[in-house]
């Protein structure tokens, strides 16, 4: 049974963009990696291919796309073994909340650019003192004539380094409520006060230029704000389904790439002459990660066809975001433990998969988080 | 997303079995399972009602349902927290294999009465020395003249003392080749030869008669013999999906009955701080294991909409089959430890339901034979 | 810490020869069925010195430490867990006092206690939750010369079959840690003591346990045990010292359990092979084996810790907790190994498995072990 019912149009942009991503990002993958950084010209090729936004409508350049082409991209980018190139969070996660709750003008000053790689975006949340707790956020957003300032500093923000136009949480300090005082603004790369800090030096994510941003005195026109003011915690929990259900898309691909690496090598790796695989213990090992990972995957595909249909799955989606980086980040454990001395080298697959999937179970909301949502929906 | 074309048809069947069940089955089940035993005419008014094989064909006195009325009775059947009334067992295992391989004459004579309720049937593989490993089975069946002679012994037979008929499995001491020597046999109660032996004792399952079985010399028909002489094993072979199928539902529903317990509990009883559900290591508990039911039962609906759809899934079913039923027990055990030292009473409902599934992930196969087959079908 | 001394071998042996003797899995499960506690055994197993082998000399006891009782504990469960829980349960409460009752107090009850005459039982909460102070509505006031007990206790053990019980009441108006509770011996025979058996148990049903009711219950004043006041701190004390004990009931029970299976890997033939020939088999027992030694290993710490007058309240914690879970797995995995004989009552290891659960969910469960820890690791916040 087909969970996710693709047309011939998904899968001719499948096959298109599998194609591409093996000419145009593969090869470059461990360049990238020890650059720290994906170059520019990368994102304006995947737009000008049609791989970017695919959700953003026909009127600003896109195709107008249902969310099963999110599917399609992550598995696709999955395969890349690529963190750097951020495409997923652009197109699923960032944009969004320019085309859902951008004016007008401001969709149509930006979004073509998103659509074709020419500007990629960023999202800022995350703060040192910060993390999970969007309300104990810091950053201040003051209006001041047709202007706002912003003021304060933002860490962990994927494409931090290469971003052009950041979506940034900033709080009205006049306001006592911390769920009304938070709004969403638009600040373009080269406004002054708005610098990118240091690249920061992680585990995995190599190729990501994860960054720190700091705002001193940042002055933006009022018109960059996003929606209604003191909107931005309302909007923010509007696109966390669908941020979750992204993560969820990277995790069960990853998990399924390094298991089918992981039974690859039992079938070559020799133990006293004899394969790997031909072991009881292995066998099991791999047929209970191959088992999680069916359910997880089952579990996924079945929320995508939800959430195309509209329903409210924030219970499943937190369950399914905290289970399914938790089972890539098993998976992954597993694999090095059964490959044995091999995967303690970086030449090993899985040695990187590793590092990189490791942070999954912490971003965009740290697992615990998911669970204190879920229970806080199933009305503990 | 509904995975399972359920139709107004099932939700009423649902609905009157759901009724039937409380008025004739709930209040009883306490005594039966003091007993050690239920009453035969429970599966004569359960028969009546067009419970009992559902998804057999009307021309033979079934209800003509399909295999989601079959699920529903699972389902219903295991919120009564007893495992005496093995109807599934009798519906969706055993009278398939009358079903598919019986002659047209047995057939006519059988299965209507197996439909009223009126026959009982049980499978008898298992011996004391053959498990999991069906080949080494001892008991044996010879040809004499018009009749076979069996003799051994079959353990852990489920339905053992109330059983008017059994399939025997049994082995031709003079075929070479193990697995095609076995052939499946009717043996009625009351055949001289056949003696019914003592109720097991045992963990869970006390409403059960599970027993043990004794053929000495018992002579039958060979007309008695199910589908041709040696094909035991390969039919076999042919129903364990279903088998398997039957029991992850019974893991899932047990599952979810437990957890549905469990949150009630948590919800209604006081902790030191509020409710037990606001305290949140409870909360998370309950949090994990809700996604892990919800992980199981989306597998578990989509192999059903696949087995209905006639779909080769061994792998996934054997997946299904010892995840589900290690989930159930899982599940008991965590749930316990919520309701503290009331987890040691036996008027607690899930300490039943602890004994209860712990032997899931032995019957039917063990766990480790499932995992021992998704291996040899991966090509492990 | 790492070689028991030749003393506590010989205990060791001694045990060993007494639950070979004496112990019967027949015998047993009729107990079980019947809700009878094994009386014969225990007078046998107090002429031996078993019960009560903790407690000073001068009162019958054998003079020796928590580690001893232990090893006591861990080799009768092993041989049999119902046997031994209901053997180790036998002078359940009596530890409080040993250590908190006044000479007199000390001298006229613990003979009766180490000679076999008497079982003993303590009434600490009023709740589910085996470790719950917040709700504590018995009272023990005074009326001249005597204190008036009133309230309901849950869950006590031996409650019904005890010669006294240890009651925790509330003795003074604030009540926390160090104010206004105390600890009552109540003897069995006082007028006003009620008892509601909670019926069939999970496991462990030759030992009673009930709820107990008190209803205008008279004392002497001389039956305060230890501090007034102190009831609730000399409770987490007691709970502090039984809980190693229950952790060497686990890792015996996990043992036995494993004993079991391993006997039987060896003898079991499936698809031309012993059970023991194939690798997951071979892991399993593998697993199996580290997990109880892990166990052992922290209970035995623990116990050390205690008789070396550095109890540890949260190793106390963590033995409880770690072997508690340990059983459970290892006497699950036992089940699994057995298969479809693992689930019959004939092959013990099922029971083995409903007793370890048992541990698990009495004294508190893994959550409230996790909040004991994690009190004392983390400290007050500033």
Not at chain 1, 72 to 78: C, D, K, L, Q, T
Not at chain 2, 117 to 127: L, N, P, Q, S
Not at chain 3, 148 to 163: D, E, F
Request: aromatic fraction near 8%; include cysteine; charged fraction near 25%.
């Amino acid at each position: 049974m087909e969970i996710i019912t693709y047309t011939s149009e998904h899968h001719t942009f499948r096959k298109r963009l599998r194609v591409f991503l093996e000419n145009e990002v593969t090869p470059h993958v461990d360049q990238w990696e020890a650059d720290h950084i994906v170059p520019k010209t990368v994102w304006q090729k995947m737009g000008a291919g049609g791989f970017l936004c695919p959700s953003v409508s026909k009127e600003y350049g896109g195709i107008g796309g249902d969310y099963r082409y999110a599917v399609i991209v992550a598995e696709e980018m999955s395969r890349t073994r690529c963190t750097g190139l951020a495409a997923s969070l652009h197109s699923d996660v960032v944009v969004p909340y320019l085309d859902s709750f951008g004016a007008l003008e401001q969709k149509r000053k930006y979004l073509p650019g998103c659509v074709s790689g020419d500007i990629v975006t960023a999202v800022a949340m995350t703060e040192p003192d910060a993390g999970s707790d969007v309300a104990g956020m810091k950053t201040t957003a003051v209006e001041a004539g047709d202007e706002v300032i912003i003021n304060g500093s933002k860490t962990f923000i994927s494409n931090g380094v290469i971003c052009d136009l950041l979506i940034i949480a900033a709080r009205d300090p006049g306001i006592a409520s911390k769920h009304h005082a938070v709004s969403l603004y638009l600040v373009e790369a080269g406004t002054p006060g708005f610098e990118k800090g240091r690249q920061l030096e992680k585990m995995g994510w190599h190729s990501q230029d994860t960054a720190e941003l700091f705002f001193n005195d940042c002055r933006i026109p009022k018109g960059n704000r996003l929606g209604e003011n003191g909107s931005g915690f309302i909007m923010l929990m509007q696109k966390l389904q669908q941020e979750r259900l992204t993560c969820v898309l990277g995790a069960v691909p990853a998990a399924e790439m390094i298991l089918e690496w992981t039974v690859d090598s039992c079938r070559k790796l020799l133990r006293n002459g004899k394969p790997l695989i031909r072991s009881q213990a292995i066998q099991f090992a791999l047929v209970e990660m191959m088992t999680e990972v069916k359910l997880g995957r089952t579990f996924m595909e079945k929320l995508v066809m939800d959430h195309i249909e509209g329903q409210n799955i924030v219970i499943e989606t937190s369950m399914a975001k905290y289970w399914t980086t938790e089972m890539v980040n098993r998976i992954a454990d597993r694999s090095l433990e059964i490959v044995g001395e091999v995967g303690t080298l970086e030449s090993c697959p899985i040695v990187r998969a590793k590092r990189d999937v490791r942070v999954m179970s912490i971003f965009a909301g740290t697992n615990e988080i998911m669970k204190g949502i879920a229970a806080k929906f199933m009305g503990m | 997303m509904q995975l399972l074309p359920y139709t107004e048809n099932h939700h009423r069947f649902r609905a009157r079995l759901r009724k039937f069940l409380a008025e004739e089955v709930v209040p009883h089940v306490d005594d039966w399972e003091t007993d050690h035993i239920v009453p035969r005419d429970v599966w004569k008014k359960m028969g009546r009602e067009g419970f009992i094989c559902p998804a057999l064909s009307k021309e033979y006195g079934g209800a003509g349902g399909d295999f989601l009325h079959s699920t529903i009775v699972i389902e219903e059947i295991s919120r009564t927290n007893h495992s005496g009334l093995a109807t599934p067992l009798h519906s969706d295992i055993v009278v398939p294999y009358i079903e598919s391989y019986a002659s047209e004459i047995q057939k006519r004579h059988y299965l209507p009465l197996c439909a009223s309720g009126d026959v009982i049937t049980a499978v008898a593989m298992t011996e004391p020395n053959a498990g999991s490993d069906l080949v080494s089975m001892q008991t044996t069946a010879e040809a004499d003249g018009d009749d076979i002679v069996l003799n051994g012994s079959k353990t852990f037979i489920t339905n053992g003392i109330n059983c008017d008929l059994v399939i025997v499995a049994a082995r031709n001491p003079l075929a070479g080749n193990p697995h095609k020597a076995i052939s499946l046999y009717l043996v009625e109660d009351g055949t001289p030869g056949f003696e019914k032996g003592r109720r097991l004792e045992k963990m869970g399952f006390h409403s059960q008669d599970t027993a043990e079985l004794f053929f000495n010399d018992c002579r039958i028909p060979r007309t008695n013999r199910l589908g041709e002489d040696g094909d035991g094993f390969y039919m076999l072979m042919e129903k364990l999906q279903q088998e398997r199928l039957v029991c992850a539902v019974m893991g899932v529903a047990a599952a979810e009955q437990i957890f549905e317990w469990s949150m009630r509990y948590c919800r209604e009883t006081a902790g030191p701080k509020g409710p037990m559900s606001r305290s949140q290591a409870v909360a998370f508990a309950l949090v994990e294991m809700s996604t892990d039911i919800k992980l199981g039962r989306t597998f578990l609906d989509k192999l059903i909409a696949e087995h209905m759809a006639g779909e080769q899934i061994v792998i996934e079913t054997s997946m299904a089959k010892y995840w589900t039923t290690d989930l159930a027990k899982r599940i008991a055990d965590r749930a316990l430890d919520l309701f503290g030292q009331g987890g040691t009473l036996e008027t607690t409902p899930p300490v039943r339901a602890f004994r209860d599934v712990r032997v899931m992930s032995i019957f039917a196969g063990t766990n480790e034979i499932m995992k021992g087959i998704v291996a040899k079908f991966m090509g492990m | 810490m790492f070689e028991l001394t030749r003393s506590q071998k010989e205990i060791q042996k001694a045990a060993q020869e007494f639950a070979r003797g004496e112990f019967d899995k027949e015998v047993t499960v009729d107990l079980e069925k019947s809700h009878t506690y094994p009386t014969e055994i225990w007078k046998k197993a107090v002429e031996l010195g078993f019960i009560g082998i903790q407690f000073a000399e001068k009162y019958g006891g054998g003079g020796l430490g928590i580690l001893d009782a232990c090893l006591v504990a861990e080799t009768l469960c092993r041989k049999d867990s119902t046997m031994g829980s209901a053997l180790s349960l036998a002078s359940f409460g009596a530890e409080c006092l040993h250590r908190f009752g006044d000479e007199k107090l000390r001298g006229s009850f613990l003979p009766r206690v180490t000679e076999g005459e008497i079982l003993t039982g303590i009434g600490l909460f009023e709740t589910e939750r085996g470790d719950d102070f917040s709700v504590l509505d018995t009272t023990a006031v005074r009326s001249g010369e005597e204190w008036v007990v009133n309230g309901k206790k849950r869950y006590v053990i031996n409650g019904g079959t005890a010669g006294f019980y240890i009651v925790l009441c509330r003795t003074g108006e604030t009540c926390d840690e160090n104010n206004g509770t105390s600890m009552i011996l109540v003897e069995a025979g006082r007028t006003g003591i009620g008892c509601i058996p909670l019926g069939d148990k999970l496991a462990l049903n030759s030992v009673a346990i009930a709820d107990l009711t008190f209803d205008q219950v008279r004392v002497p004043m001389s039956n305060l045990l230890g501090k007034e006041g102190k009831g609730i701190a000399q409770a987490r004390a007691f709970l502090d010292e039984v809980k190693i004990l229950a952790a060497a009931r686990a890792v015996g029970i996990a043992a036995g359990a494993f004993d079991r299976a391993l006997a039987y890997v060896k003898q079991r033939e499936q698809f031309d092979r012993k059970l023991a020939q194939f690798q997951i088999t071979r892991h399993k027992i593998a697993d199996m084996a580290t997990k109880v030694e892990l166990a052992r290993l922290i209970t035995y710490r623990a116990a050390s810790d205690f008789d070396t007058g550095k109890p540890d309240p949260a190793m106390s914690a963590m033995a409880k907790m770690a072997a508690a879970r340990m059983a459970v797995e290892v006497s699950d995995e036992a089940i699994q190994l057995f298969g479809g004989y693992g689930y019959m009552t004939e092959q013990e290891v099922e029971r083995y498995y409903r007793e370890a659960k048992t541990i698990e969910l009495c004294l508190g469960t893994r959550e409230s072990q996790k909040d004991r820890i994690a009190d004392i690791v983390i400290g007050k916040l500033k």
